[in-house]
């Protein structure tokens, strides 16, 4: 764990809220106990009404960043992922009309092209007339 003070201003980012809040460690708490030492922090953040509310800072349900700068990097990262994810996923869908125009063309190709021609005598014949390219 990095070394923070009371007093710091840290972000943290809730996965569950999907919101970066500031926060200010108001109270740390130090632990020493026989198997060591166990170090927790009080935070203190505004509500939604403007209220101060306070909560433990708990590692595994945020994430924890020293700047916003360290956040603004993390979630460029997280974005760019996505996006990345997103056009990939696209560009394989594409493929699929592709195909589908390829299997179109083959068809095309395989329909013989006939023309139709009257004889002296009246009878109508059809032609087998070579595919243009």
Request: proline share 2%; hydrophobic share 40%; net charge negative.
């Amino acid at each position: 764990m990095k070394n923070r003070h009371v007093g710091q201003i840290l972000f943290i980012l809730s996965s569950g809220e999907m919101s970066l809040t500031p926060v200010q460690i108001v109270e740390e708490i130090v632990r020493r106990t026989l198997d060591g030492e166990q170090v927790t922090h009080t935070v203190e953040a505004f509500g939604a009404n403007g209220a101060r509310k306070r909560f433990n800072l708990v590692g595994d349900k945020f994430l924890i960043f020293d700047t916003i700068d360290e956040a603004k990097s993390y979630l460029i990262e997280n974005a760019t992922t996505a996006i990345d994810s997103l056009c990939s996923s696209a560009v394989e869908k594409s493929a699929m009309f592709l195909v589908k125009e390829e299997k179109k063309n083959i068809r095309e190709s395989r329909v013989q092209q006939y023309e139709s021609m009257l004889l002296e005598d009246g009878t109508v014949v059809k032609i087998n007339l070579p595919k243009e390219d």
